[in-house]
């Protein structure tokens, strides 16, 4: 798309407004659609909750990251792309981080070791 964000990008280094309004919606799409728990002191999915875990997000991956996903892209599906992947990665990431999600590991280690217990996988009709 021209003139669209990832051009943005290229253009000023940075996130511009269509840049910002894209990593919005996405961030949207992935916190409300995958089944995350909001940020703490939040008890839904608002747009305040979406930004502050855009902003730890980018916080924490550092400085480099929107020029990481510029430079693996080429247009506005592809970054969009790109920050779904980036942000639903750093929701797993902050969901292992919690004690259900320590729990939850220790749980899974502890029926791989059980004999009998194997993993298995789920088909549905329409994919995966």
């Not at 999915?45 to 916080?59: G, K, N, P, R």
Request: with cysteine.
């Amino acid at each position: 798309m021209a003139g669209g964000a990832h051009e943005e990008l290229a253009q000023y280094g940075q996130l511009g407004d269509l840049g910002l309004e894209l990593l919005r919606r996405v961030g949207r799409q992935v916190a409300r659609s995958q089944g995350f728990p909001p940020p703490e002191g939040h008890a839904a999915w608002t747009d305040e909750a979406v930004d502050e875990l855009l902003f730890e997000m980018i916080s924490r991956k550092g400085e480099n990251f929107l020029l990481n996903c510029f430079l693996k892209t080429v247009d506005d599906a592809s970054l969009q792309k790109m920050f779904f992947t980036s942000i639903r990665n750093f929701l797993i990431d902050e969901a292992k981080r919690t004690e259900r999600g320590k729990l939850r590991r220790q749980f899974a280690r502890a029926l791989a070791r059980t004999a009998g217990f194997a993993r298995c996988l789920v088909l549905r009709l329409g994919g995966p």
